[in-house]
């Protein structure tokens, strides 16, 4: 092994700064392939020669570019740098393409420089000439837009004139020939736009404009790939073996020539969860990037259930899970299951053994957990003798953890021999009691892609250890393979979504059932009142990067208020009423009022309500003598408007309770206009619903609760006591009237609320969705 010093030598050779060469020998795989360039670079060249920077510079961009499939034409790439045949980034981006296209095949010299453009010249004459065109071409837009006009758009033009030409050469010409056409940049140039002239238009619009343009926002509400799509770049069907990391065999291209003849070349995906819980939060990423990449390409994506372990499988998670896809807005193309192919796997799992890859093994689960277990002393026991056995515990005739299969391979984190299937005498929610064996999630997963067509499998980050097993499976058994890709999971604070967590909450009385509104399940945000539109939106914003990060609930919350705002008619209520009597009220009964259901765009209507004598406030609305100088609200020395209702009341007379409590008010009123305007309006109602109201707040008190350093006690003891609180004598007016479960409002200057399924023909009850946007003390 080269030493450090020996290894820098080498490294200069590629003109490498000091500073680059400490930065890449952190990187061990890319100094051994540069180290590995260097010396081929020394074979072609005479001793007193030395590279040109252009030359260095290419030779770098292979070592840190080339993707594994194609390292073993790593001496053809650097022969044809050296030997002046790629002298620059478009004949190296060419060659790259070349010989992932052409992975097995010998190649043929003359078709790859052909395809490379190698002894392609493009003159400076010609470089000036198809500058000029494509100038002139955009010449109008660049007078008007001057050097706002994006440049890139000239740069692609050119790049598909002029494949070949010098990219510094180009530009070069292009910056010389706009300042030729344009002159100088004045300070208008460089004066940076304004980031949101919508805000100025908004302050100049009329209401009604603005309404118009909040109503036409409806329809925007955006989608997870129109969030996240952009930066997904997946292999397109049939060239799998374009990905970093794809193992191609001799049969890989036929394999994949018959996938594409099956599919069509379309997209397809699987959404694959085991019916054994129900979905959370994390589950809807998953949701939304396997179904939404498959739509966003015109593909398909099949719902596929996991359901290789029958014990621990009920009829209401399969049922659940269905429910939940449909909430979220996507329709399976299929419905499958694991088990539709357990005859095909056992079928595969025999032939694995035919090839000498798998073997019957009687080590207990105990002895062969972890990364380090002891080798079997079965691993090399004959084939035939693996097949009887086999075939044996298919009968039956071996207890549970008596026997195995296991698969011979060494998976990337370490694991050694997985099990392929182990014995369960359960009975199968589908298959009855036909298997006593059952494949496992190492065995099933990549040949159920395989036998369904998937194209882009699409799983989460702790799956990337299992990607060579993956491989290794399908490409051991000569059946099409395809591309595992992962991303980070969709991690929320200040909760746990584990199905042993959620049980606990449940066994210890916290929490109700797996949709109470406290939790993170996607049936407990359902009954909260979470939009699936912003749902949706959410796991778009939060992107599919591999990172593993925790998102803010904040994040949430606000995609719900977009939703909210746009799709939940307005309702006045009050969670602490305060009954107010009008001494002087202008009518002589009650009046109806019709109020808007969209204050910003009447276009979406009115509903009515009753403005009487008494009215009730909410509590919190009302100080005697507020200290507070921002105060806008009733008082005694403060009159308040009443929203809606052309009135301002002022107080008269505080009538108290024995302990000194406002019991009531009586009040008078004025037209709102005939005196000096109120500071402020707050919502009211007269001849009220009764309902009962749900205040949910946040489950535990810390972001990480299963983080023993911030909860060293465990996460159990992290619980917020008082994360629900129920407020039995709320009213609201009767536009609620009527609704249904699931049926969203937002409670003017309170919060965003839904009807519950606890709701009945005498009480409506409603959860807090989540508070309005300015969640501070009401002034």
Known sequence: MSTKEEKTELLRLLGLTDQKIEETLKNEAITNLLIEIVNNVKKLLPNDQTLDKSAANLLYQIGTKIKSQIKHRLPLLVESVVNKNLTNEPQLTAAFEYLISNPLDQVDISKFNEYCGVGVVVTPEQIKQTVEDVVNKYKAELVEKRYKFPQGTLMADLRNRIKWADGKLVKSEVDSQILSLLGPKTEQDNAKEPKEKKKEEAKTSKPKEVAAKSSENVENIQSFMELAGEAINFHKPGENYKTEGYVITDKTMGLLKQHVKETGGKVVTRFPPEPNGILHIGHAKAINFNFGYAKHNNGICYLRFDDTNPEKEEEKYFRGIIEMVDWLGYKPYKITHASDQFDKLYELAVELIKRGKAYICHQK??????????????????????????????????????????????????????????????????????????????????????????????CTKEFQSRRSAYYWLCNSLDVYCPVQWEYGRLNLNYTVVSKRKLMKLIQEGICNDWDDPRLYTLSALRRRGYPPEAINMFCGKVGVTMAQTTTDLSLLESCVRTVLNLTAPRAMAVLEPLKVTIENFPFESKVELDVPNFPNDESKGTHKVFFDRVVYLDACDFHENPTDKGYKRLSLAQPVGLRYSGYQIAVKEVVKNTDGSVKELIATCTKTGETVKPKGFIQWVSNPVNIEVRLIEKLFHHENPEDPKEVPSGWLSDVNKNALKVIKNAMVDTSVLGSKVFDKFQFERIGYFSVDPDSNEDLVVFNRTVSLKEDHEKK
Not at 387 to 397: A, P, S
Not at 410 to 427: C, L
Request: hydrophobic residues 25%; aromatic residues 10%; contains cysteine.
């Open 365 to 458: 689960n105990e002895e062969i957990k972890g990364h380090n277990p002891p080798p079997s002393p079965w691993r090399e026991r004959p084939i035939e003798e693996s097949l009887k056995l086999f075939e044996d515990m298919k009968k039956g005739k071996f207890e549970e953890g008596e026997i195995t299969l296991r698969m011979k391979y060494t998976m990337e984190d370490g694991k050694q021999d997985p099990v392929a299937y182990r014995i369960k005498y359960a009975h199968h929610a589908k298959t009855g009691d036909k298997w006593c064996i059952y494949p496992t999630y190492d065995f099933t997963h990549c040949l159920n892609d395989s036998l369904e067509n998937i194209s882009h499998s699409l």
